[in-house]
């Protein structure tokens, strides 16, 4: 056996931990067809197999929105962590205290 097949099926005979008995590259990780040791597999974060480009640039897509909107809600929390001080009483900078203050005529 050549060294690329040898190192071909070591790939697919190896199972990922907590899973025994299931192949890493069994299954599409995004429509779950069934991949084949014959056909290409188009990887992505490094062990994660596709069954085509199309289904790999999906799942690209959908964590690049993850990641916008987690940056988003980091921000907004980063935001309001920063209006107010720890106690809620104070206000921090960039905030004015505004105060009623009565007028006594004369």
Do not use: W
Request: hydrophobic share 30%; aromatic share 8%.
């Amino acid at each position: 056996m050549a060294a690329a097949q040898l190192s071909c099926a070591f790939f697919f005979d190896a199972e990922p931990a907590g899973e025994p008995g299931r192949h890493a590259l069994d299954a599409c990780a995004l429509c779950s067809k069934p991949l084949t040791r014959n056909s290409d597999i188009f990887m992505y974060r490094g062990d994660t197999p596709f069954c085509s480009e199309d289904c790999r640039d999906e799942q690209m897509q959908f964590d690049a929105i993850r990641a916008r909107q987690a940056a988003r809600s980091a921000g907004r929390r980063r935001q309001q962590q920063q209006q107010y001080s720890p106690s809620g009483a104070e206000p921090r900078r960039g905030h004015q205290e505004t105060r009623k203050v009565s007028a006594v005529g004369s």
